[in-house]
Every structure is written in C-alpha cells, then in structure tokens.
C-alpha cells in the first residue's frame, strides 16, 4: 500500500469523543518508550506526524491520524510507566481499556515489544486481556537495530514459545525497526489485507 495522504485528525481522553463514523482503524499500544508513536512516522513516511521522547510517557491521549482518507491510524499512550503516580496509571489503564473493550471500528490492535528483553508479564498480561476480549491483535517487535539477525531469531523464538504456553495458535509477528524501515511493508501490506476483508 502506497501512502498517499496522512493527517493528524484529533486528541481524545474521552473514547466516546472519538470519530464517528465506520471508517475502519488499527491501534498501537505497548509500554511507554517501546516506539509506537515512531512507528507511526516510519508507516507514514512523516517524521513528526506522532509526536515522540526519548522519555517514557510522551503520548498521553488517543490520537487519530487519517491515512489516505480511508483507514484510520491510533497512538496510544504506553502502559508501564513507572513514573507518574498510582491515580494517573489507574486513570491512563481506564482509558485505554475503555478504547479496547469500546472501540467498533477497530479491526486490529498492534502490541509493540521491544526485541532486546525477554517476555515480560505486563506485556503477557496486556495480550491475555486482549484475548479474553476477544480483540483481533499482531506481535510487532520493535527496534530490530539494536541486535544482529541471530539475536533477533533467538528472541523471536522465545517470545513464540512463551506464548505458545498460553495459546495454542501465534499470533502475526512483526519485526521492524523504525530507524531502519525495517518491517514496513509487511505491516502496510497486513493492514492493507484485513483492511478489504
Ligand atoms: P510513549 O508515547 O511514551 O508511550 O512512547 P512510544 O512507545 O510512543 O515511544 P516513542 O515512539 O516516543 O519512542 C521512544 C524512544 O525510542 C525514542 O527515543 C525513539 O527514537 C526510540 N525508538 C523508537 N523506535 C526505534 C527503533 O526502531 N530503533 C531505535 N534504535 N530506536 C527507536
Ligand atoms: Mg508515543
């Protein structure tokens, strides 16, 4: 799929304040700082359409970004981040779940982890939930930079066995990297694939 047109729609905190209408959107969410928001730039060929940190917790709200008039991409804030109070995490988990369990238009949740680190039970938690609402989601990999071929195949690995203690079917993997372009096509083709269905 070629990228023709990409436009920041709005900000909400507020899922039923989203768009509304049926146009069909996919969402990323992961941890705070795993790159979601920069992945978004990378898909769209935009280097600041999302805006991104080197410090966890930039995206705070849900943001719609209109791609080529017809599909809709959303940035979430991450989950995990250590640093803002009990209250604001419990407020940020609401949300985001309220997105998730709310959301009609949303064909496919996109769950970023970064490939250097072994599974992690926050991550493993976030898919469970997915899985038990029922949420059609991929396994996207990000910063693939940060390691050779054979770390990467490695870690792929152990993440597919973790999971696979769980479900009995893997889910889609993705493997990218944002600074390197690595994974895009496959992605723009997976969302161009679901997006006719
Ligand atoms: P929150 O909005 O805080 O939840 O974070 P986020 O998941 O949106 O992360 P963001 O895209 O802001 O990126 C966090 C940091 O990771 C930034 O410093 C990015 O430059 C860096 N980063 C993101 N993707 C990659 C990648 O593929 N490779 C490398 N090397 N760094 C990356
Ligand atoms: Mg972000």
Redesign the pocket.
């Given at each position: 799929m070629k990228i023709k047109s990409a436009e920041f729609v709005m900000s909400n905190s507020d899922v039923t304040k989203c768009p509304n209408n049926a146009i069909p959107e996919y969402a990323?969410i992961?941890?705070?700082?795993?790159?979601?928001?920069?992945?978004?730039?990378?898909l769209t060929s935009r280097k600041s359409l999302?805006?991104?940190?080197?410090?966890?917790?930039?995206?705070?709200l849900i943001n719609h970004f209109i791609i080529n008039k017809n599909w809709y991409l959303v940035?979430?804030?991450?989950?995990g981040?250590a640093r803002v109070s009990k209250s604001e995490k419990k407020k940020f988990q609401k949300f985001i779940t309220n997105y998730f369990e709310q959301r009609k238009q949303l064909v496919s949740a996109f769950v970023?982890v970064d490939i250097r680190h072994e599974p992690q039970p926050i991550d493993l938690e976030f898919i469970q939930y997915l899985g038990e609402k029922e949420i059609p989601f991929s396994i996207v990999f990000?910063?693939?930079?940060?390691l050779k071929p054979k770390a990467i195949n490695r870690n792929v690995k152990a993440y597919s066995n973790e999971l696979l203690k769980t479900w009995e079917e893997l889910p889609q993997l993705f493997v990218?990297?944002?600074?390197?372009a690595?994974g895009k096509d496959e992605l723009l083709e997976f969302i161009d694939a679901t997006n006719e269905e």
């Amino acid at each position: 799929m070629k990228i023709k047109s990409a436009e920041f729609v709005m900000s909400n905190s507020d899922v039923t304040k989203c768009p509304n209408n049926a146009i069909p959107e996919y969402a990323f969410i992961g941890r705070s700082n795993v790159g979601k928001s920069t992945l978004i730039n990378m898909l769209t060929s935009r280097k600041s359409l999302a805006k991104t940190s080197g410090r966890p917790g930039k995206t705070q709200l849900i943001n719609h970004f209109i791609i080529n008039k017809n599909w809709y991409l959303v940035d979430l804030p991450g989950y995990g981040y250590a640093r803002v109070s009990k209250s604001e995490k419990k407020k940020f988990q609401k949300f985001i779940t309220n997105y998730f369990e709310q959301r009609k238009q949303l064909v496919s949740a996109f769950v970023l982890v970064d490939i250097r680190h072994e599974p992690q039970p926050i991550d493993l938690e976030f898919i469970q939930y997915l899985g038990e609402k029922e949420i059609p989601f991929s396994i996207v990999f990000t910063k693939a930079d940060k390691l050779k071929p054979k770390a990467i195949n490695r870690n792929v690995k152990a993440y597919s066995n973790e999971l696979l203690k769980t479900w009995e079917e893997l889910p889609q993997l993705f493997v990218t990297s944002s600074s390197k372009a690595i994974g895009k096509d496959e992605l723009l083709e997976f969302i161009d694939a679901t997006n006719e269905e």
